[in-house]
């Protein structure tokens, strides 16, 4: 795909100091865009001003929150892109606190998309959505038209944030698409807890050379690089037949929990894991096995993954192990 055409445009992106949002920001900043980025910095959610460090004189950041609507209506004004990536993704802080997860997951994303809808109706938005959405599975790999059934609150306001953005593009032409997201890994990732995703903790751990656990172990699931996870955000920009619809995405393999585990052991050269039984508020929730059917994705866009899971692990280990201070 021809992304030549994001050279001279504007690009806003919320969750833009985010794990995601920032190395986006990076690609689009190569390609030539002139990029926004918009984040609350919220301790809990992600936001590091490290994540911009190397191309910060680039990029133009506002910090401010999504669910402020006065910012949003500044902020959309001129835009061309919009990649919508805000957003309160722990499944346990949801379960504490779901009125948080509500407003943040819920009513901001009304905002953004009210203010799309009436100061800059031209704009292309990709919204960053879940595969948590479909809760335990029904069959395996899972598709987009396996039915959704969220297994939390997160689950459930992440799902009408996304059908949000497909009813504002069916109903009043702003022109919206949203990816399903997978277990996404790598560079700038939140690692100082689990909130993001159990692999960040699994690499805190391993560089401080402690163990770490693997609940249960035998559950499959499948990962995402953030390199291949931007590009498919990019084509779905680009295309204008995404609109209006959802993708999956996966990764180049299905593996165990044990088996991922091992994987980054191996890449790291050294390091030990303990199988554990799941915590009872965390069974709770658990989805089981999950790995995603992405063939619409591949078949529509041109989409692959270009990087497999061990040297992804490389990457994400060698860039933690010169960095880990910043993101502790």
Same mark, same amino acid.
């Given at each position: ?15 833009g100091?985010?794990? @995601?949002?920032?190395n ?8 030539? $865009? ?8 919220i ?8 994540? @911009?460090?190397?191309? $910060? ?7 401010s ?5 006065h ?32 407003? @943040?997951?819920?009513? &901001? ?5 009210? $203010? ?15 595969r948590q959405?479909?809760?335990k599975p029904d ?17 459930i ?5 996304e ?16 990816l ?14 689990a ?7 699994w ?6 050379g ?14 995402s ?12 920009a680009? $295309? ?9 995405i ?11 585990a ?11 894991? &303990? @199988? ?10 658990d ?22 899971l ?15 201070a910043?993101?502790?």
């Amino acid at each position: 795909m021809d992304f030549s055409q994001f050279d001279a445009s504007n690009v806003l992106i919320t969750g833009g100091l985010g794990f @995601i949002g920032s190395n986006l920001a990076e690609r689009l900043i190569a390609l030539g $865009a002139n990029v926004t980025l918009v984040d609350s910095l919220i301790p809990e959610y992600g936001g590091n001003l490290f994540n @911009i460090d190397s191309f $910060a004189e680039r990029a133009r950041v506002n910090i401010s929150d999504v669910r402020d609507e006065h910012s949003m209506r500044y902020l959309v004004q001129g835009q061309d892109y919009l990649f919508n990536l805000a957003g309160q993704t722990s499944h346990m802080d949801s379960m504490k606190d779901p009125y948080v997860d509500l407003d @943040i997951n819920c009513r &901001s994303q009304l905002s953004i998309l009210e $203010a799309c809808r009436k100061y800059n109706s031209d704009i292309q938005v990709v919204f960053a959505s879940t595969r948590q959405i479909y809760g335990k599975p029904d069959y395996l790999p899972v598709d987009e038209k396996h039915m959704l059934r969220p297994v939390d609150v997160n689950g459930i306001n992440k799902m009408a944030g996304e059908w949000y953005h497909i009813l504002y593009n069916n109903v009043y032409g702003v022109r919206a698409c949203a990816l399903r997201l997978t277990n996404t890994y790598g560079p700038r990732m939140r690692v100082k807890d689990a909130r993001q995703t159990f692999l960040g903790i699994w690499i805190r751990l391993i560089l401080e050379g402690k163990a770490f656990e693997v609940w249960g172990g035998e559950q499959l699931r499948d990962y995402s690089y953030v390199d291949d996870t931007v590009d498919a955000l990019l084509r779905l920009a680009l $295309a204008s037949e995404a609109n209006g619809k959802v993708f999956n995405i996966g990764g180049d393999r299905v593996v165990s929990l044990k088996e991922t585990a091992e994987l980054m052991v191996a890449a790291n050269g050294d390091g030990n894991y &303990s @199988i554990k039984e799941f915590p009872a508020d965390r069974k709770r929730i658990d989805i089981g096995d999950y790995y995603s059917n992405d063939s619409q994705l591949r078949q529509a866009l041109g989409w692959k993954p270009a990087i497999e899971l061990p040297e992804g692990f490389k990457r994400t280990l060698d860039f933690y192990r010169e960095n880990l201070a910043a993101y502790l």
